[in-house]
């Protein structure tokens, strides 16, 4: 038999409740040290995706020790038949050239949305929690920055 590579993800039907929210985890985007870029200012549904999509998941490889959450969840789902697609490695995920190249692939993207030219940028990760009259900031903690050359 053949290795099966994908349909990798299934999406199972909401049988449980949604338990509420306890904490969040906010990433605070700010350009030229005063612009703080509101994602909900952008009406079109992939400028928002695209302002906090490819942010948060580039976060999550940093978290994951700089490696692709998708490689890690398919060498534990295929064992040793992920060697069969490691050699792809590089076109399909995102190792160190791509991740090297990131902020400077967002700050572009900022520019293009934003209309403002981009000369710093600051990611912060925002820490928070709800209580029952608001939101409460608990720490906020530089994640990446980036500086014009």
């Known amino acids: 038999m053949g290795d099966e590579v994908t349909p990798f993800f299934v999406w199972g039907m909401y049988s449980e409740k949604e338990k509420p929210v306890q904490a969040v985890e906010i990433l605070k985007t700010t350009i030229n040290g005063d612009t703080v870029v509101n994602v909900y ?3 079109n549904g992939d400028t928002r995706f695209f302002l906090l999509g490819p ?3 580039f976060k999550k490889i940093k978290d994951n020790n700089n490696q692709d959450p998708t490689i890690t969840f ?3 789902k295929l064992g040793r ?6 050699p792809f490695e590089r076109a399909l995920f995102n190792t160190g050239p791509q991740q090297q190249e990131f902020l400077n692939w967002y700050v572009r993207y900022l520019q293009q ?3 403002i030219p ?5 990611v912060e990760v925002v820490h928070a929690h709800y209580t029952s009259q608001n939101l409460v900031t608990d720490s906020v903690n530089l994640f990446a920055t980036w500086q014009r050359h």
């Open 41 to 43: 200012n952008y009406t």
């Open 55 to 57: 942010l948060a998941y």
């Open 74 to 76: 398919l060498q534990t």
């Open 81 to 86: 038949h992920y060697n069969n697609i490691r």
């Open 113 to 115: 949305v934003t209309f």
């Open 118 to 122: 981009v000369n710093t940028l600051r």
